[in-house]
């Protein structure tokens, strides 16, 4: 049982490896859905971290219909992630009628490798999941990362049960929004997934001493440690690995 946790920023990742994740998902922009970290958080994450690190390649938040310069930021930013020797990256590339960008995406796995590719939630924008799912695996990704088409796991887990049993040992199926320490069990038994993403965001105040009362100021986004704790506790239980 493996478990993913989001980090947005290099606090978070350290504190989910402290507390047992297996692979951290680095992004930047949480408001945005997740977009391609900076060059200085690529670098201090792999230097800093001896997990898994995989790199979101998403040059803009919104839909996953990308124009042929979006595309070209893309290949640049997998030829960083190789140079700095992450261990994959995390991408996503739909067509206007909502299948799935194959080729596009099978140039960007070719172009990645030796680094692994995971097909983030763009698959939940898709109009047909079991023909994106052979297009995703015809493009070389050796993961999917989904919520079954619905706005969290819990809700989706009748289609993520179904993608696992058809997508057998060609590819995993790893369930993800909404997962945490409460529901992880339960949806392993339901989906038979093996790997599980997770965000185990909390919200907390800043260091600041002085603040402008005119300016709203948002909290900072940290992973919750205990949170993740909870989640390796489980799945090791279920799986009866120690960790």
Known sequence: MKLEIIGF?????????QAGADRIELCDN?????????????????????????????PR??????????????KDDIRLC??????????????ADGTVDQDR??????????????FHR???GTCDPFRSLEDIIGSGCERILTSGLQPTAVEGAGLISQ??????????????SGVHAGNILDLAGKTGAVEFHSSARQFVAGNMVYRNPALATEKSILVDEAEVRAMRAA???CSGIAK
């Not at 920023?9 to 490896?17: D, G, H, I, K, T």
């Not at 190789?82 to 067509?95: E, K, T, W």
């Not at 995406?105 to 995971?118: D, F, K, S």
């Open 163 to 176: 993608l696992v049993e058809r997508a057998g040992d060609r590819i995993s199926i790893m369930p993800g």
């Open 61 to 74: 938040g919104g839909e996953f219909l990308y124009s042929a310069e979006e595309y070209a930021m893309m």
């Open 235 to 237: 799945l090791d239980s």
């Open 82 to 95: 190789r140079q700095l020797n992450c261990d994959g990256v995390v991408l996503g590339m739909l067509q």
């Open 105 to 118: 995406c099978a140039r960007l796995v070719e172009m990645a490798y030796p680094m692994g590719v995971t």
């Open 122 to 124: 763009a698959f939940d």
């Open 9 to 17: 920023n290099l606090a978070s990742c350290l504190a989910a490896q």
């Open 30 to 58: 949480y408001h945005e859905g997740g977009t391609t970290p900076c060059y200085g958080a690529i670098r201090a994450a792999r230097e800093k971290l001896s997990i898994e690190l995989y790199v979101m390649i998403r």
